[in-house]
């Protein structure tokens, strides 16, 4: 049985395979072309992602299309957004091919109808998209932009600005980031030796803290200020039933 040519019919074992070998290849493409095409998409992503998932879907509904041209074709058209956002990177020019420039639909507190019309969004559509910002009061808004990829950015009047720590001049203290020490009960030693704390420091606070028995931990946090948060696989409550 030979799944990569098209055929008139497929066991179930090579429809499972076909399907196998088009998962681990998308995977491998998608990991490729990067993180930026599963955030947000701009106009080009959306067109690169609905022609690869139209073409690998190809042969798995149809057993007569040969597979090694589907993937070929996932592949080159890849390939091509590689290309495409590497250009971007170097020549802003190449970046407008791929990419449409931010659009401001308010500027200086006023609402620009014109860009309203040119980019099809309504009047309902803007406030609605201000009160996912946070700012029901179009007053408060001095600039409003249609990004790339479809998300609106809203820039605040001073007036409006939430008050910040520096507006009241108060000094504050680098806090980084909460670090992840044991996960479903094993050490996570790659954050202890960047973070420089040892595996014997790790234990002997757990048993402080009267979980000694790391294999039933689900995870262990060291916040940013120092504190352990210990999270139990199994806890016994007042009912003495389990809870997780």
């Known amino acids: 049985m030979n799944f ?10 090579g429809w499972i395979l076909r399907a196998s070998v088009t ?9 490729l072309m990067g993180q930026r095409e599963t955030g947000r998409m701009n106009m080009f992503d959306f067109v690169v992602a609905i022609t690869i ?22 592949a080159t058209i890849g390939a091509l957004d590689i290309i495409f956002a590497y ?14 420039e931010s659009i401001t639909l308010i500027e200086n507190g006023q609402i620009r109808y014109d860009m309203l019309a040119k980019t099809m969004v309504n009047l309902d559509d803007l406030l609605a998209g201000l009160r996912l910002k946070n700012y029901p009061n179009i007053h408060d808004v001095e600039f409003a932009f249609l990004e790339s990829n479809g998300e609106l950015s809203v820039i605040p009047k001073s007036q409006a600005r939430p008050v910040t720590p520096a507006d ?8 980084g980031r909460p670090v992840v020490l044991v996960e479903d009960g094993n050490i996570v030693l790659d954050n202890l030796e960047r973070n420089k704390l040892t595996k014997d420091w790790l234990l002997e606070e757990l048993v402080k803290q ?5 294999s039933q931990l689900a995870a262990v946090i060291l916040d940013t200020k120092g504190r352990l948060y210990i999270g139990h ?12």
């Open 233 to 244: 696989k199994h806890r016994k409550t007042a009912n003495g039933q389990d809870a997780r």
């Open 168 to 175: 009241l001049g108060i000094p504050t203290e680098y806090e």
């Open 53 to 74: 998932g139209s073409v690998a879907s190809s042969h798995l509904a149809d057993s007569e299309v040969p597979m090694m041209g589907a993937l070929v074709s996932v």
């Open 87 to 100: 250009l971007g990177l170097k020549e802003p020019k190449a970046r407008r091919i791929s990419q449409d």
């Open 4 to 13: 990569w040519q098209g055929q008139p019919t497929l066991t179930v074992v």
């Open 23 to 31: 998962v681990l290849w998308l995977m491998l493409v998608a990991k």
């Open 210 to 214: 009267g979980a000694g028995d790391v």
